[in-house]
């Protein structure tokens, strides 16, 4: 009967819409806390140690959830751990908003760091492997939109619950949840997402290359045919085949010779993506923007016009990865927000702080980071690892991520008091620049090849040398 099923892109743009959620749920979790931390800290009385510890603590959640979740994407598959993923983040939004200690309220933040780091992992690399390779560029990016979007959307309902944080609500409950203590009702506002993207996950199919590794042809090939047609789907099939389905999910087949460089690839880019500095940019705007003389209000609008940056220049990626390639996206991104970190780092030791001209570069910055670094990132680790163990390599650079990103939000604050913004962003430069000789010298160009095309590069590489 497969010859009876027709190809439809609908299907291909929906399904992968529905796998980006997680992005958008990642992005809403991680910016949402910005607007609770100072509610939280006066109705439970926090000193700094427990105010850092509730913004903090969901950082062991998502490094917990990024080690179980590729060994459990390997073995049980990617849907089912995206499900775990809508789980998590329900029971987290529900939880917070309804925690009646600050130990249950610590407790279901530690939750929701376990969809965090579930949904970072799991999400990309079903779009990587449901996508056709001329269009994977462009389903993977999807994710990172969703991500930013995630972000903007906090940061506006975060505004908007305070502003009507005067209204009376007769009943008691909702008068608590969203006048007497607000936070609630921010960080409860996660649940519809959540809830959406569960009930969504439940009539996407599978991964088909998943499948194949697990023997199901004839799953795959439905859907490979809906996805592509026929003859994609055989060339697909055929493709996989050729490099050998064996459900090997050991990690030491990465670390063989032949995957060494697409392992050094998965590790180096993703911890550098986070070093550059953006989620100090991201986490900490307002304190860098009121160093350059920014008063509150407009600090907060300027991070309001940061997070519209990063979703605006992210589609500058969805419309050129698949034509113009990856590498090209990245070298002018990375040159870019390297250039822009230097300008920032000589503009605050020329104390040149008035005028738009600090904000200005920072968004210059966001702008490349958010065309290269951000969605190219996402879309190299999906592509270059071998089907076999593509779900545990994923973990570990997506761990590798959330390692780098703990170091910035960790160590931004110390450095900006003990070193001055400009040392700051000049050594965020430092870091990032590192990013130019690893496309240069390692990372291959990716556009319009198949994973198994890519599988063969590496061998074909390592038989070279």
Excluded at 10 to 20: D, E, H, Q, S
Excluded at 352 to 358: C, E, L
Excluded at 408 to 420: F, N, S
Aim: proline share 3%; aromatic share 12%.
């Amino acid at each position: 009967m497969q010859t009876a099923i027709k190809k439809n892109s609908t299907y291909l743009y929906l399904v992968c819409l529905v796998a980006a959620l997680g992005g958008f749920l990642f992005g809403f979790d991680t910016a949402v806390i910005s607007g609770t931390v100072g509610f939280v800290k006066n109705d439970y009385g926090l000193d700094a140690a427990g105010e850092g510890w509730f913004v903090s603590c969901a950082l062991l959640g998502c490094i917990a959830g990024v080690v179980f979740s590729g060994k459990l994407s390997d073995k049980y598959g990617r849907k089912i751990v995206m499900i775990i993923s809508a789980v998590l983040f329900l029971a987290s939004a529900l939880g917070c908003m309804f925690a009646g200690s600050f130990t249950a309220l610590i407790i279901f933040r530690l939750i929701g760091g376990l969809g965090i780091g579930v949904a970072s992992m799991v999400s990309p690399l079903y779009i990587s492997e449901f996508s056709p390779s001329r269009y994977r560029g462009t389903m993977v990016s999807l994710y990172q939109l969703a991500l930013t979007i995630g972000i903007v959307v906090a940061y506006f309902s975060n505004a908007y619950l305070v502003s009507h944080a005067n209204d009376v609500y007769n009943d008691s409950a909702l008068n608590n949840i969203f006048f007497a203590q607000v936070w609630r009702a921010m960080l409860g506002l996660g649940a519809l997402p959540a809830a959406i993207f569960l009930f969504s996950l439940f009539v996407v199919p599978e991964s088909p290359r998943w499948l194949l590794l697990k023997g199901n042809q004839a799953r795959a090939s439905e859907i490979l045919i809906k996805i592509d047609g026929s003859e994609a789907a055989e060339r697909e099939i055929k493709a996989i085949k050729e490099q050998g389905t064996e459900d090997q999910t050991s990690l030491r087949e990465l670390f063989k010779p032949v995957y060494r460089k697409a392992l050094l690839i998965g590790l180096l880019l993703p911890f550098l993506s986070q070093v550059c500095g953006i989620n100090a940019v991201i986490y900490y705007g307002p304190r860098i923007l009121e160093q350059a003389g920014f008063t509150l209000n407009n600090a907060l609008g300027g991070q309001v016009t940061i997070g519209l940056v990063n979703v605006v220049f992210t589609f500058v990626a969805i419309f050129t990865i698949d034509k113009w390639g990856r590498k090209p996206l990245l070298f002018a991104g990375i040159g870019g927000a390297v250039a822009a970190l230097l300008v920032i780092g000589v503009l605050f030791f020329l104390n040149i702080t008035s005028g738009p001209w600090i904000l200005i570069f920072i968004l210059v910055f966001i702008a490349c980071f958010a065309f290269s670094f951000g969605p190219v990132c996402w879309v190299i680790v999906g592509e270059i690892f071998p089907n076999g163990v593509r779900g545990v390599a994923m973990s570990l650079a997506t761990l590798s991520l959330w390692i780098g990103n703990f170091l910035v939000g960790q160590l931004t604050p110390a450095m900006l008091e003990h070193l001055g913004s400009s040392w700051t962003f000049w050594l965020f430069a430092i870091c990032c620049s590192p990013a130019l000789w690893l496309t240069w010298k390692l990372i291959p160009e990716t556009k319009g090849r198949s994973l198994e095309d890519i599988e063969q590069h590496w061998k074909l590489t390592q038989s070279q040398n």
